[in-house]
């Protein structure tokens, strides 16, 4: 019994992806799928490193949520506000760390991406084969964009639901109570603040992750010490030669200003004690800014240049030859 060719050639295809598509962007997305996931065969620790950390942070908690019947009394007076930031600091927690170590896989992922193909000549493969250099930067920029982020967020929801569990059962045995433990928290608000900062933090880091591909495409070695080095020696070329630090500013503030743009930082929007003693607030939803942030302007300027530099690469890549 034969297996008919369109059969096999559906299988090959993958998914299902021009179900009530065009023919045009059927014929984008399908390249576009294989090249994300080529790079996620190719680049394991995408996948491994958030659920290491986040298995890390879980197991470091449930350590100490082992010795919650010490804490009993302590538990017992503590106030409202006091037991609301120590519930919810702890779901954070996993969220932080993994979040800054994604932040970590992405850049040295951007670095490597089109430095690595050069290196080992498999370019030369690559470019053999119908796939457009503006598909092949796409996908590779919208690792550390899109799917990184969604790593990120899967790894640290498991990591918070699983601390749930374990701390509603440890503080029952312990006498406390889980009911006490369970009004404190915020998961929900927790959640929806996480997949707002993760995507903001896309945006905000775009142009970084772009500049690190561009560096990457361009550099015959050592991507990671041209793509630092060459803005430290502009700003510092510009502070000698024009006794300014716009460019300094501008790095630094893109380095450091996610949290202000994107998060009410004003001391009239700051929580306070009082707050945390209201139960119909939502202390974590409170101190989110959307608004402000998509209006911000340094985050569009920053997608411009975002822009510009993936148009380079993408040239770039066009004209580029194994090293």
């Known amino acids: ?83 609301w930031v120590v519930a919810n600091f702890a779901l954070a927690l996993p969220v932080l760390f993994v979040s800054m170590t994604m932040w970590v896989v992405a850049a040295f992922y951007a670095l490597d991406s089109l430095h690595s193909e050069r290196r080992d000549r498999s370019i030369l493969f690559w470019k053999s084969l119908p796939v457009s250099d503006t598909v092949t930067v796409l996908s590779k920029l919208s690792i550390p964009l899109i799917v990184t982020p969604i790593f990120t967020f899967v790894a640290a929801l498991v990591s918070q639901l699983t601390l749930v569990v374990a701390g509603a059962l440890a503080l029952q045995a312990s006498g406390v109570g889980a009911l006490t433990y ?22 905000w880091y775009a142009p970084m992750y772009a500049w690190f591909m561009l560096v990457s495409v361009w550099s015959r070695r050592n991507a990671l010490l041209w793509a630092l080095l060459m803005p430290s020696a502009l700003s510092v070329l510009e502070r000698v030669a024009f006794h300014t630090t716009y460019l300094g500013s501008l790095i ?41 942030f998509v209006s911000d302007v340094h985050l569009w300027l920053g997608l411009v240049v975002a822009g510009v530099f993936s148009a380079a690469t993408i040239w770039l890549r066009r004209h580029s030859d194994p090293i």
């Open 252 to 292: 630094a503030d893109r380095i450091t200003g996610l949290a202000p743009a994107a998060l009410r930082t004003s001391p009239q929007a700051m929580l306070t004690m009082e707050d945390l003693s209201k139960l119909d607030v939502h202390l974590v939803l409170s101190l989110l800014d959307p608004l402000g």
């Open 182 to 203: 369970l009004r404190q928290l915020e998961l929900v608000d927790l959640t929806m603040a996480t997949v707002y900062m993760l995507a903001a933090s896309s945006l």
């Open 1 to 83: 019994m034969t297996t008919p060719a369109s059969s096999v050639t559906s299988q090959l295809d993958g998914p299902n992806l021009d179900a009530g598509l065009p023919v045009a962007i059927v014929s984008v997305l399908r390249p576009y799928y294989w090249a994300v996931r080529r790079e996620l065969w190719e680049h394991r620790s995408l996948i491994i490193a958030p659920v290491v950390v986040s298995g890390l942070m879980v197991v470091a908690i449930l350590l100490n949520i082992t010795h919650l019947h010490e804490l009993k009394p302590m538990i017992g007076t503590a106030s409202h506000a006091q037991r």
